[in-house]
């Protein structure tokens, strides 16, 4: 851990990437993993765009639980190490494919969400936008939310299988990937693109690559350094940056 401490202190645009693996901890479930919730929903189904537009009730009866329940989440010791590290200097990014906004209930300032967000929500009639409050409390009354302008139907702004990927969010991501000198994943197996390639822009322009994740990574072999535990890699980094003195 002494080196990882050393890479970070040496480099000066350090960026993490983050996964499902660091949201469990929360209690929200890998969408993939052994506890996914593939095993209890459909997931393939609640965010395919043809079944939202086909029974949009679908996925918001499931999403009230999933997505709209934010105040019930807490971060953990992973977003607010992650939020500290940014504070003091040392973490200039979080590029996320989580969509639970724990990332910025921590307080990271810098958070890039590649696959999209619910913060946001979209009329996909007339393109009203509604937050993630006025959203949520319609969700949570057991109701399919409606634009109050022209009745269309809101959608939060995650991008769902079948659709375009948020260009902006991943040309940021790829320009502060390309920028990185010290690149970090940490609970993210780098399956799903476009999150699997953007620790190569890092790599091409010498950045060095660290992966924390339980399972093997496609980019283990690029990897200066490689841990599988994510809670001992956390609370050493938190025992060693200490901003509160
Ligand atoms: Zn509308």
Do not use: W
Request: charged content about 25%; some cysteine.
């Amino acid at each position: 851990m002494d080196r990882f401490i050393k890479l970070l202190a040496e480099s000066r645009h350090c960026v993490f990437l983050s996964g499902a693996g660091i949201s469990t901890l929360s209690g929200i479930p890998d969408f993939r993993g052994n506890n996914g919730i593939y095993r209890k929903f459909d997931a393939d189904r609640i965010f395919d765009i043809d079944y939202f537009h086909a029974d949009p009730g679908y996925f918001y009866s499931h999403s009230k639980d999933l997505i709209y329940n934010v105040d019930e989440k807490e971060p953990n010791i992973i977003h607010y190490v992650l939020a500290r590290l940014e504070r003091m200097g040392f973490v200039k990014s979080v590029i996320t494919q989580n969509i639970d906004l724990l990332h910025q209930k921590a307080g990271s300032k810098n958070v890039i969400e590649i696959h999209g967000s619910p913060k946001e929500n979209t009329c996909l009639s007339c393109g009203k936008t509604f937050s993630y409050e006025q959203t949520a409390s319609i969700v949570r009354a057991d109701r399919v939310p409606e634009c109050d302008e022209c009745s269309g139907l809101i959608k939060p702004n995650i991008t769902f299988f079948g659709e375009m990927l948020d260009r902006e969010a991943i040309m940021k991501a790829v320009d502060e990937s390309s920028r990185a000198d010290l690149f970090v994943v940490t609970g993210s197996s780098l399956m799903v693109h476009p999150a699997a390639s953007l620790p190569l822009y890092s790599i091409r322009n010498r950045g060095r690559l660290v992966i924390v994740n339980n399972r093997p990574t496609p980019l283990d072999q690029y990897a200066n350094l490689r841990y599988d535990d994510l809670e001992v890699f956390f609370e050493y980094l938190e025992s060693n940056f200490n901003d509160t003195k």
